[in-house]
């Protein structure tokens, strides 16, 4: 019997594992799909309180991770894809083993959302990505493409222009949605040329399988022209990762979890904390708010069952 579970490894899982480790509860956290969460992915993080100079998402994620096993939270490569709960007791399926546990604490963050265009899945590693850190280093002197025109993709419009020789940003409206700063920069930097009121409607791959170029659609002329990209980066923001959860736990049209009384779900014992449940403030710093908070829940819901 485990005293706490913990689903996912971003700043939200993250956060509950240093207060519930701090409290002597051991808790497991699952590393999930996506280890680090999306600050993994992320460069230069300037707005998490306490570095003046900023941080590298890596680096800010494996600080918390130390800081949670130094006072004895356990970590497993593992994802939670199953479970139940009944008379206040918790079963949870761990890939394929069933865990009982006291509380669960669901911080399983939000997944990349991509276009949709056929051919997708296919290209993905071929000149299709959703991550300029991960990927940006491949694509050195050539010029490359980011869909979208919200935060995210002005940051890796920004950091590929260390790499391509040329960042087209693509946008489907004529203003970015991405926050003053950002937007500044992004129109300010001269290797960037944004694309107004363009749509993607297909990927075009070489005879090798590699992505050639991207065939855009003017939302105003209708005009209709090819752009020849090496490598398209697509930021059109996240779904939440909810689908263990679906029929079990109350949750929103688009599947985040929706939290009553602070970060208990619906079901007693569960808690819900981060962008898994948040679809207003999705930063960092909020979501290591909720993981906090989640913790503290549980602790309380421990308490009063004894
Ligand atoms: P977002 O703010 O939801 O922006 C998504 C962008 O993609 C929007 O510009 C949207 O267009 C566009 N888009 C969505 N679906 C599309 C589609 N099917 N085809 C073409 N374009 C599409 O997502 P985000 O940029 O990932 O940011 C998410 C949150 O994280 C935000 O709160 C942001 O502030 C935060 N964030 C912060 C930082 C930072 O502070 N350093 C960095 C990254 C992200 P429309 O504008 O027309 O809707």
């Given amino acids: 019997m485990e005293k706490m579970i913990i689903v996912g490894t971003g700043c939200s899982g993250l956060t509950a594992a240093i207060y519930a480790a701090r409290a002597n509860f051991a808790p497991l956290v699952l590393e999930g799909h996506e280890p680090g969460g999306q600050l993994s992915t992320t460069t230069l993080v300037e707005n998490f309180p306490g570095f003046p100079e900023g941080i590298d998402g890596p680096s800010l994620v494996m600080n918390m991770k130390s800081q949670a096993e130094r006072f004895g939270a356990r970590f ?12 206040g007791h918790i079963k949870a399926k761990l890939d394929e083993r069933w865990v009982e546990t006291e509380t669960l604490i669901i911080a399983s963050g939000a997944s990349a959302k ?14 299709l990505t959703s991550c300029a850190t991960c990927d940006g280093a491949f694509y050195r002197n050539v010029p490359v493409c980011v869909i979208g025109g919200g935060d995210s993709a002005c940051e890796e419009a920004n950091f590929l222009t260390r790499f391509a020789s040329k960042v087209y940003l693509i946008h489907r409206r004529d203003s970015l949605r991405a926050s003053k700063i950002m937007a500044e920069r992004t129109l300010a930097n001269p290797k960037i040329e944004i694309l ?7 990927y075009i791959a ?3 399988g590699e992505m050639r170029a991207i065939k855009l ?3 105003v002329t209708s005009h209709e022209h090819e752009l020849e990209v090496k490598c398209v ?8 990762n909810t689908k263990a959860f679906r029929g079990k736990l109350d949750m929103d049209a688009d599947g985040y979890l929706i939290q009553h009384n602070g970060t208990h779900t619906n079901v007693p014992g569960v808690f819900a904390s981060g962008d898994v449940a948040d679809r207003t403030y999705r930063q960092a710093i909020t979501a290591a708010g909720q993981g ?8 309380r819901y421990m308490s009063h069952h004894g």
């Fill in 114 to 127: 991509w276009l949709g265009l056929p051919r997708e899945k296919e290209l993905i590693g071929h000149g």
């Fill in 233 to 240: 980066f697509v930021a059109i923001g996240h779904n939440p």
């Fill in 196 to 202: 107004w009121n363009s749509i993607p409607t297909e």
């Fill in 76 to 87: 497993e490569y593992a994802t939670l894809t199953d479970f139940e709960a009944a008379n």
């Fill in 292 to 299: 906090c908070a989640a913790a503290l829940d549980a602790e």
């Fill in 217 to 219: 659609t003017n939302s």
């Fill in 206 to 208: 070489d005879a090798e």
